[in-house]
């Protein structure tokens, strides 16, 4: 079975700080794909990004950076210079493959989410 | 495009009640899902619909029915509503098809639900 473990539950800074959300992952698979999602406090889910397993490449956009190293199945997420505007719930999914028909439906798996507070 | 519409945002229900939560996407995706969210559980799937017709299981399906209406629709219905089932309820869509996989989720903005 699948599994995502994000072990920090909640995590308070000052603005400024750089902050990292770790997420680690479990699955036989050998192909799959990883999530960020990011749930500010109006609630709503917003998508940040999406690798697959055959890309090791770091990835930056803006503040934001991803970290993907297959080889500890984790996928963190480091936010530089952080702003009270990033202040959210941060989940880290994990992508379903096809079953043994073909069929696929992607659905994905959740970790239980860190709760990241930004102070001014 | 306004994406994934859930309604209504709101409801209070008694024990025993039921209801229908209604969401609709407009981006021509094969695949819907319905998922709850509870606190420091994360999102979990109910039910989920690869294609139009086609409806399967998730990981916690006990007290809820769905129909996939039609390609835009999939509404998720509560028989019987008990206490265990107030939480916050997500519908998602994903270009996603038979054979393909990892395509990315776009959620609704949610619909809180009170079980009394």
């Known amino acids: 079975a699948q599994k995502v473990t994000q072990a920090q539950t909640e995590i308070s800074v000052v603005e400024k700080e750089d902050v990292t959300l770790d997420c680690v992952y479990e699955?036989?698979?050998?192909?799959?794909?990883l999530f960020w999602y990011k749930q500010p406090p109006s609630g709503e889910l917003v998508f940040l990004i999406r690798?697959?397993?055959?890309?090791?490449q770091n990835e930056i956009s803006g503040r934001y950076s991803w970290n993907f190293q297959k080889s500890t199945s984790s996928f963190n997420f480091t936010i530089t210079a952080s702003q009270v505007v990033d202040s959210a719930v941060y989940f880290c999914?994990?992508?379903?493959?096809?079953?043994?028909?073909?069929?696929?439906?992607?659905?994905?798996?959740f970790g239980q989410g860190t709760i990241l507070t930004v102070h001014p | 495009n306004a994406g994934v519409t859930q309604t209504p945002k709101f409801q209070v229900l008694k024990t025993g009640q039921s209801m229908t939560l209604q969401c609709a996407q407009d981006?021509?995706?094969?695949?819907m899902y319905w998922y709850r969210q509870d606190p420091g559980m994360g999102l979990r799937l109910i039910y989920y619909?690869?294609?139009?017709?086609?409806?399967d299981k998730g990981e916690v399906p006990n007290g809820y029915n769905v129909s996939r209406l039609n390609k835009r629709e999939f509404s998720l219905r509560l028989e019987s509503a008990a206490p265990s089932q107030t939480s916050v309820y997500f519908c998602?869509?994903?270009?996603?098809?038979?054979?393909?996989?990892?395509?990315?989720?776009?959620f609704g903005p949610g619909t809180r639900l009170t079980v009394l």
């Open positions: 999914a994990l992508s379903d493959l096809p079953n043994a028909g073909g069929t696929s439906y992607g659905k994905l798996t």
């Open positions: 619909s690869a294609s139009e017709g086609t409806t």
């Open positions: 690798r697959n397993s055959f890309d090791e």
């Open positions: 998602a869509s994903s270009e996603v098809s038979s054979g393909r996989f990892g395509d990315t989720q776009y």
């Open positions: 699955t036989r698979d050998t192909t799959y794909y």
């Open positions: 981006m021509n995706h094969n695949s």
